[in-house]
């Protein structure tokens, strides 16, 4: 059975991204300017909460064995919410959208 590159692996993928497959090429991403602005402090802090947040285990006999449990799929949910705000980022009709309606509210902010 072979494998399928995904769509953002293998050299610069759709809308000129880089590579994206592991956590250190999304913050290498991040980190050279894809994304919006502060991605990649914002990604490693929610890791970081993800990662200390002790899950509760069922009896105090089993903290020393089992220690703390790590949620991976709230992990992963991180990981590829960030992954789709550079895709967004790099799009340039998205980009557009969000600054247009930035703009409006902040002209309706400064209406009021």
């Known amino acids: 059975m072979s494998t399928q590159p995904t ?3 293998h050299g610069a993928g759709r809308l000129g ?3 994206m497959d592991t956590l250190q ?3 290498a991403a991040l ?3 894809h994304g919006y602005p502060g ?3 914002r990604l490693d802090a929610e890791l970081a909460e993800q990662l200390l947040r002790r899950v509760p285990v069922d009896r105090l006999d089993q903290v020393g064995e089992v220690g703390t449990v ?3 799929v709230a992990v992963a949910e991180i990981i590829a919410a960030y992954r789709g705000r550079v895709l967004l980022a790099a799009d340039r009709a ?3 959208a969000v600054a247009e309606a930035v703009h409006d509210l902040l002209a ?3 209406a009021e």
């Open 7 to 9: 769509e953002h692996g």
């Open 17 to 19: 991204v880089p590579p």
């Open 25 to 27: 090429e999304l913050r």
């Open 31 to 33: 980190r050279t300017g």
């Open 39 to 41: 991605d990649a402090e």
């Open 70 to 72: 790590v949620d991976l």
């Open 94 to 96: 998205v980009a557009d």
């Open 108 to 110: 309706r902010q400064d």
